[in-house]
T-cell receptor, first 112, second 113 residues
Framework: NAGVTQTPKFRVLKTGQSMTLLCAQD?????MYWYRQDPGMGLRLIHY???????AKGEVPDGYNVSRLKKQNFLLGLESAAPSQTSVYFC???????????FGSGTRLTVV | AQSVTQLDSQVPVFEEAPVELRCNYSSSVSVYLFWYVQYPNQGLQLLLK??????LVKGINGFEAEFNKSQTSFHLRKPSVHISDTAEYFC???????????FGAGTILRVKS
């Protein structure tokens, strides 16, 4: 079982460039999430989805967009990258609050 | 809305000593509580969870946590730590009707020989 797979694992962007991070899960989970992790700040929710075709804003959505066209995939886009978006990005999925989340291994993004 | 406070950013401890990582939460409704562990350069792994019932919850790798509703706490404990327990630990809370986890800032456990 692959669980939650994130691609790419590492990326360096120049300020103003765009990119898309892909999250794929093979557990048939309804809910998917994108978090960013910064030192001393824990994980902060960027966007999430409660089902195919739905998305919602989290705690820190500015500068990011998401899409959930297929149940198994959740894409995170940066239209114009900024140095403040340098972070480690984690995708997670679950079938409900009681089960806890399954996390991907993360994408380390550096914006220069 | 829920919030989580992890009271220690770093906890150094010698191998085979006991450890407690502290977590307090705030919520106006019933909650589910979780502890996750993150080893260097890896994703987060579920350590244990409290949903209901017994307030003492046992997890993987010999960890346990106790839910205290009156003190709104969910402290993580291990009676004897190993070098391999060196990692960052995150406490998280979710309300019963929601599907969003709110995380604390994390506690780095450093086990020394």
């Amino acid at each position: 079982n692959a669980g939650v797979t994130q691609t790419p694992k590492f990326r360096v962007l120049k300020t103003g460039q765009s990119m898309t991070l892909l999250c794929a899960q093979d557990m048939n989970h309804e809910y998917m999430y994108w978090y960013r992790q910064d030192p001393g700040m824990g994980l902060r929710l960027i966007h999430y989805s409660v089902g195919e075709g739905t998305t919602a804003k989290g705690e820190v959505p500015d500068g990011y967009n998401v899409s959930r066209l297929k149940k198994q995939n959740f894409l995170l886009g940066l239209e114009s990258a900024a140095p403040s978006q340098t972070s480690v990005y984690f995708c997670a999925s679950t079938n409900g609050a009681r089960g806890g989340y399954t996390f991907g291994s993360g994408t380390r993004l550096t914006v220069v | 809305a829920q919030s989580v406070t992890q009271l220690d950013s770093q906890v150094p401890v010698f191998e085979e000593a006991p450890v407690e990582l502290r977590c307090n939460y705030s919520s106006s409704v019933s909650v589910y509580l979780f502890w996750y562990v993150q080893y260097p350069n890896q994703g987060l792994q579920l350590l244990l969870k409290y949903l209901s019932g017994s307030t003492l919850v046992k997890g993987i790798n010999g960890f346990e946590a106790e839910f205290n509703k009156s003190q709104t706490s969910f402290h993580l404990r291990k009676p004897s730590v190993h070098i391999s327990d060196t990692a960052e630990y995150f406490c998280a809370v979710s309300d019963e009707n929601g599907n969003k986890l709110v995380f604390g800032a994390g506690t780095i456990l450093r086990v020394k020989s």
